[in-house]
């Protein structure tokens, strides 16, 4: 393919820890073999270099909480051949969209001395909500080895290989005990999305549902036995609201728990 | 009357989003502002109402470069509110997991983020077609840093197995006897990270810093310890918010902080290798000697090499934990919550953490305070660019400019850390 040009990769930030975008760093036997590939165009983390778009593909990583992201993402989707978003603030609008329930203004004067400097938008959201994103990745943080997976797979113009059942999945291939029913110990992994390998119940302890919903998830049931193992109406608006709080069945389950 | 700004909208290689902005008027700098606008999250206002086991796993949110330093921070205060003290070969494993944070930060900023600065590149991809083998080096011991992590916590990026008094499982002796090859190998790379660091060309400049750091007898400073700096301060870091405030600035999105006595202050590998030296093992303090560093570094260019010197002492610590360790029988402390205040504070790869939390009696968080090592470093570093520019007032612009930016990531800045962001804009009016 001598003289064809490598597929051009942007990489954006929102509101975000800047974990996912990490991940792609943390490909450390990969990463050289993947800028052997693809031209690494827009990466304001690794690198000065800034090539102009339009880009073949675009990570987004973050969650839209400002006016300012609100135009600057219609730009990067203009810009943007494939637009993937990476991780539980894009997807989902992050733990920083516990704002959402909660009245933003008090929140800027506990965190900010002058309210007034702060521009902030009344709600996190995630970037499906203002632009058409191509495929979303899920998890806080998202696995790396998907993250692999999802680029080869559009850059080759196939259809990414991303499990969208369940965790109790991968504890089963894994030969986890289960936690829930061996031990007691309340787990969001019926409800939650795979991708993470299953990893908690694996280190003794509950999924805490890093990856979000999965796809038709049951929460009324798992609530109901959460409650059976003497879970609380509050401990259970807490479980739903952490990183994925604002993806919709966590937070219509969160509510329907709220007094 | 002459005036002109250097500007760069976007800092590249920091973690987060910011901007420089220095004007110059009559070859003197007027101002210089770092500007974060990483949009703010607010942590600790939903903090408020959450329980006490939640803040390790919420609060490493807030970064995804150092998710362990906010783990420890905030489980140390949380302890130190409930009355309970981790010993042992909990505490050792702690130490672990934080030196696995080290390597991984501190390969990915000396060789991803920072060397390309001295050398002329715009990001360690294309440093790698001059230096392969510097960039394998570099690539290998980052992911030696995250091996650390990913047996001792689970994964490399927000672990899952910390949890207030240790951890949800803990390893056996042999799972962690699999990582003494690659160490091994790690102590040798990173002593080679220090002898081609200290080959790099350094500006000439020395700022006169009041290093703050965590000192406790007998370590160098990871975890714990009492608040020491170079200009006299010895408190309990029970005692900070009595001698450091934070202030709210127009241009940025992070809260400055200051010593209420002497204003700006420097956290970090400076301040840790100025405070700490002798407490370094002898083979990161030789390493030390043979780069040519004296007991304290003044000139935040060569941090590169400091941060090198750790990363020799973080691999030559884990080497020796893993040397030392014991499988406990459980692998946590019980801890009953109570009503009560608790402070922490441990040394992220870029410097002190800060946290404190006000409990009610069933162990929900009333309020929170969280300061972030950049926070912090912000004066200090808007300071350094101050004196840096005025003392190379009549290089070309170009060059200033790429200079200033390589001030800030001296600092190895993370701005969501700061924001709980970061870009450079230099006017000449």
């Keep these: 393919m001598a003289g064809h040009p490598k597929p051009k990769l942007a990489v954006w930030k929102f509101a975000s820890c800047d974990g996912c975008q990490l991940s792609l760093l943390d490909c450390e036997d990969e990463l050289l073999a993947v800028a052997g590939a693809i031209e690494i165009a827009n990466f304001p983390e690794a690198s000065s270099a800034v090539m102009k778009g339009p880009y073949d593909v675009s990570l987004v990583e973050g969650s839209v909480t400002t006016p300012h992201d609100e135009e600057r993402i219609h730009a990067i989707r203009r810009t943007s051949n494939v637009l993937i978003t990476i991780g539980a603030c894009a997807t989902a609008g992050g733990i920083q969209a516990l704002r959402n329930f909660r009245d933003v203004r008090e929140m800027t004067s506990i965190v900010y001395a002058r309210p007034d400097y702060i521009e902030t938008l009344t709600k996190s959201t995630p970037i499906k909500d203002h632009v058409f994103v191509d495929f979303e990745l899920r998890g806080c943080p998202i696995s790396k080895g998907l993250l692999v997976e999802v680029l080869s797979a559009f850059l080759h113009g196939r259809k990414p290989n991303i499990p969208n059942y369940g965790a109790c999945v991968e504890c089963k291939r894994r030969g986890t005990v289960c936690v829930m029913v061996a031990s007691g110990l309340p787990c969001m992994g019926p409800i939650t999305q795979a991708g993470c390998g299953a990893l908690c119940p694996a280190y003794a302890r509950g999924c805490f549902g890093c990856f979000g919903p999965k796809d038709t998830p049951n929460t009324t049931a798992l609530s109901a036995v959460w409650k059976d193992l003497g879970v609380g109406e509050q401990d259970l608006v807490r479980a739903y609201r952490t990183f994925n709080a604002y993806a919709e069945p966590f937070r219509r389950e969160s509510e329907a728990h709220e007094q | ?429």
Aim: contains cysteine; neutral net charge; proline residues 5%.
């Design chain 2, 1 to 429: 009357m002459s005036s002109k700004t250097i500007k760069v909208d976007v800092l590249a290689r920091v973690e987060g989003e910011g901007s420089l902005q220095i004007k110059i008027k009559d070859q003197r700098v007027a101002d210089a502002k770092l500007v974060i606008f990483e949009p703010p999250r607010f942590f600790e206002a939903f903090l408020r109402g959450r329980k006490f086991s939640e803040a390790p796993d919420i609060t490493a949110r807030i970064c995804g470069i150092c998710p362990v330093a906010y783990q420890m921070s905030a489980c140390n205060a949380i302890e130190d509110a409930f009355g309970v003290r981790v010993n042992g070969a909990i505490r050792d494993l702690r130490r672990l997991l934080y030196c696995g944070e080290w390597i991984e930060s501190h390969a990915l900023h000396i060789y991803m983020l920072h060397a390309p600065d001295f050398l002329g590149y715009t990001d360690a991809i294309r440093l790698a077609q001059y230096f392969p083998d510097a960039v394998k080096r570099g690539l290998r011991l980052k992911k030696i840093g995250n091996a650390i992590m990913t047996l001792v916590g689970g994964r490399e990026i927000h672990p899952i197995n910390v949890r207030v008094g240790g951890f949800y499982k803990v390893p056996t002796k042999e799972q962690l006897s699999e990582l003494m090859e690659d160490l091994k190998w790690a102590l040798i790379a990173s002593l080679e990270t220090v002898r081609w660091v200290a080959t790099l060309s350094f500006p000439q400049f020395e700022r006169d810093y009041e290093f703050v750091a965590l000192k406790n007898p007998g370590e160098y400073p990871i975890n714990e310890g009492r608040l020491a700096s170079s200009k006299g301060l010895d408190i309990a870091v029970r005692e900070y918010e009595q001698h450091f405030i934070e202030e709210h600035v127009e241009h940025s999105h992070a809260l400055h902080s200051t010593l209420k006595a002497r204003g700006a202050y420097c956290v970090g590998p400076l301040a840790r290798y100025a405070l700490n030296f002798d407490a370094l093992s002898p083979v990161a303090q030789e390493a030390a000697k043979s780069a040519g560093l004296a007991r304290v570094c003044r000139n935040p260019f060569q941090s590169i090499i400091v941060r090198a010197v750790e990363l020799v002492y973080a691999c030559d610590e884990a080497l020796r934990i893993i040397d030392r360790y014991e499988m406990p029988e459980k692998s946590y402390v019980n801890v009953e919550p109570r009503a009560s205040s608790g402070y922490g504070c441990t040394e992220a790869p870029r410097g002190i953490l800060y946290h404190r939390y006000r409990f009610d009696d069933h162990g929900l968080i009333l309020d929170a305070k969280i300061v972030p090592p950049t926070s912090q470093n912000q004066k200090a570093i808007e300071e350094d660019l101050l004196e840096f520019v005025n003392a190379n007032i009549e290089m070309p612009k170009d060059k200033l400019q790429l200079q200033c930016e390589q001030a800030i990531r001296n600092y190895d800045p993370c701005i969501s850390c700061a924001t709980h962001f970061l870009k450079l804009r230099v006017e000449e009016e």
